[in-house]
């Protein structure tokens, strides 16, 4: 009979090496992984806002709408739209336009198309009662053959269970009889930490820090990272505030704080700490060559700031480098 599966979550502010854990981890043995990113559970529109709808925010409109947007996100990330992403970075080089949705996640093709569909549905069928023909003035523009469907307000935990297995299900029709865990590194799954224990009460959080101003250096090289070096040090800033409200509130057991330079630097004690904390006493055999001391960029700030820049963004990320002891 095979185990039953739960999540590991790896996040931290995004740049912060979170791939890259995620990565060698997904290596060990009793590990299974899909996309890198799986985003939908945090996302807008996503599992979460699902929940709300359906239990303390509920109302017929408020559920019916939340179901189709979440059932429109997942269609939306089931395949990739490789030529409509590459058709925008043609046209984005004459007007600034984004690419198309979610255009490389493919879930579908990780998990299998068919069991992709048949799963969404199954959510859908338990969180309704059916559906009516028609329509209410939120309903989505130009839909063709509208329905509505019919809910009832859940109980937070039953609602919860029933997202929670959804994700579990799926992931453990691509598992092997001895998998432990799933995993994937949406990094700011950390700062929903407390939300995602309601639809995982297993999960695991592996939070991956690295220094704050190669954070902010690395931001600026990524198209959603923002042009503005004092701007990103404050988005960072507020990401690590909101972690240190959600920490309180999760049982200590759930998460792990990892610096990136000590998995580097220090490959045998970190590893040991990753293994110990999850706690099932095996041999992972994760392959930490993934992390090399020469590939973490360091200090790329140095040079890619500026004078100013290095002094603002010092300033406001001040306590979050004594935090975690990079003065």
């Known amino acids: 009979m095979q185990n039953p599966i739960s999540p590991i979550f790896v996040g931290g502010t995004g740049r912060s090496g979170t791939t890259a854990v995620f990565q060698a981890i997904a290596t060990g043995r009793g590990f299974v992984s899909a996309a890198p990113e799986l985003r939908v559970h945090i996302d807008p529109k996503g599992a979460l806002d699902l929940l709300d709808a359906m239990s303390d925010n509920w109302s017929p409109y408020q559920a019916d709408s939340a179901i189709h947007e979440f059932a429109s996100l997942m269609r939306t990330c089931r395949r990739s739209n490789r030529a409509m992403a590459g058709l925008a970075r043609i046209f984005g080089q004459y007007i600034p336009i984004s690419p198309w949705r979610y255009a490389g996640l493919s879930l579908g093709s990780h998990f299998g198309y068919s069991t992709y569909d048949r799963k969404l549905q199954e959510l859908v069928s338990a969180l309704?009662?059916?559906?009516?023909?028609?329509?209410?003035?939120?309903?989505?523009?130009?839909?063709?053959?509208?329905?509505?469907?019919?809910?009832?307000?859940?109980?937070?935990?039953?609602?919860?269970?029933?997202?929670?297995?959804?994700?579990?299900?799926?992931?453990?029709?691509?598992?092997?009889?001895?998998?432990?865990?799933?995993?994937?590194?949406?990094?700011?799954?950390?700062?929903?930490a407390d939300k995602l224990l309601e639809l995982f009460p297993n999960a695991k959080f592996i939070h991956v820090v690295r220094f704050p101003l190669d954070v902010v250096a690395s931001y600026l090289r990524m198209h959603w990272g923002g042009t503005d070096a004092k701007l990103v040090a404050s988005r960072l800033a507020h990401i690590h505030e909101r972690w240190q409200i959600v920490r309180k509130k999760i049982p200590g057991s759930s998460y792990l704080e990892v610096r990136l330079e000590d998995i580097a630097d220090?490959?045998?004690?970190?590893?040991?700490?990753?293994?110990?904390?999850?706690?099932?006493?095996?041999?992972?055999?994760?392959?930490?060559k993934l992390i090399r001391p020469d590939a973490l960029n360091r200090n790329r700030w140095q040079h890619d700031l500026t004078e100013q820049s290095i002094t603002d963004a010092y300033r406001i990320l001040r306590t979050v480098i004594d935090e975690y002891d990079y003065a």
Do not use: M
Request: with cysteine; proline share 3%; hydrophobic share 30%.
């Open 128 to 192: 309704t009662l059916g559906v009516s023909k028609g329509f209410w003035a939120g309903t989505r523009s130009f839909s063709t053959r509208p329905i509505i469907y019919e809910t009832k307000p859940l109980q937070r935990n039953h609602a919860a269970r029933v997202i929670g297995e959804f994700f579990n299900n799926l992931y453990s029709s691509i598992s092997g009889q001895y998998d432990l865990y799933w995993i994937e590194s949406s990094p700011y799954s950390i700062i929903h």
């Open 266 to 288: 220090d490959t045998n004690s970190s590893w040991k700490r990753i293994t110990g904390f999850l706690d099932r006493g095996d041999d992972y055999c994760f392959d930490s």
